[in-house]
């Protein structure tokens, strides 16, 4: 079977699809092993939010997307996202508090039918970046139905041409199981290019979520322990912009979507739902 230049290389790098690492969660007495993914030496903090202040999300740093609200959310998704609303999205003690809630905000002018509120917050036009250590500290939901993400997209607002990475996912009918992907135009959707790590108690107590993003690969982790890497393939000039779309800016996306084609079967009796962050913080190398 012929398999062009870019497919190729990416069975070479057995980069063909999402695979598991499940499993190396460590047992209770044993030491924690080393980390292997940190700031490289030299970098600095370029763009933070420690959450320090209570209230609505700093609008210096966040923007609500609401964008799809009438028309539908992608991935047949449940929710509604609302615009600056402290019932879905506060800052209190010192953690961004995202909470999804069964309630139906039937008098927007932009509601769609949905029984569940959400937020999704952005940094669009705020804060982009083109390479970069990411580190977000936070908790999880669980429940049948949640699907809470930390993740990045395209600047110029072409997907998948502009690439996807998602740094977290986590589906609520497999609490524990953490996701992080990469899409595309060689894979996405479903032949995104991933892994899966179990993290025991990621809904009831706090780990880092990282990815390590340079102009030769894409590195992604928990609490330091790397689990996916996608390196830079040479796939010829023809097909290099299909396999790495990544030398251009990115914004950071939090948001806890509900139900739809990953989130699955909703369970009511969940609700509220709540993501966790302690702090968003983002390191790049000097210029």
């Known amino acids: 079977m012929f398999l062009p230049?870019?497919?190729a290389a990416l069975v070479a790098a057995g980069l063909?699809?999402?695979t598991g690492l499940a499993g190396i969660a460590l047992a209770a007495d044993a030491p924690p092993p080393p980390e292997t993914l940190t700031v490289p030496a030299g970098w600095q903090l370029a763009w933070h939010d420690e959450f320090d202040v209570d209230g609505l999300p700093d609008p210096r740093k966040w923007a609500n997307d609401t964008h799809f609200n009438a028309k539908g959310w992608f991935n047949h998704e449940a929710q509604y996202y609302a615009a600056p609303r402290a019932e879905n999205a506060v800052v209190r003690g010192g953690r961004l508090l995202i909470t999804a809630r069964r309630e139906s905000l039937s008098s927007a002018p932009d509601w769609g039918g949905q029984k569940y509120t959400s937020a999704r917050l952005l940094t669009?036009?705020?804060a982009e970046w083109t390479y970069g250590f990411f580190e977000?500290?936070?908790?999880?939901?669980?429940?049948?139905?949640?699907w809470p993400a930390i993740w990045m997209l395209g600047s110029h607002g072409d997907w998948p041409a502009n690439g996807e990475l998602d740094i977290m996912e986590h589906i609520g009918r497999n609490p524990g199981r953490v996701l992080s992907t990469i899409h595309t135009l060689a894979?996405?959707?479903?032949?995104g290019v991933g892994a899966a790590v179990t993290v025991p108690d990621s809904c009831s107590a706090f780990h880092r979520y990282q990815m390590l993003w340079t102009d030769?690969?894409?590195r992604f982790g928990v609490d330091g322990i790397e689990h996916l890497a996608y390196p830079r393939l040479d796939v010829g000039a023809a097909d290099a912009a299909r396999v790495w779309p990544f030398d251009?800016?990115?914004f950071l996306l939090l948001n806890v979507a509900i139900g739809g084609d990953l989130g699955g079967?909703?369970?009511d009796g969940i609700f509220p739902v709540t993501m966790e962050v302690d702090y968003v913080r983002v390191w790049q190398a000097p210029r």
């Open 16 to 18: 063909t699809g999402l």
């Open 265 to 267: 079967p909703v369970d």
């Open 5 to 7: 230049a870019w497919r």
């Open 248 to 250: 251009g800016p990115q």
């Open 187 to 191: 894979g996405h959707g479903a032949h």
């Open 136 to 146: 977000v500290r936070a908790k999880l939901p669980c429940g049948l139905g949640t």
């Open 124 to 126: 669009r036009g705020l």
């Open 216 to 218: 030769r690969d894409i």
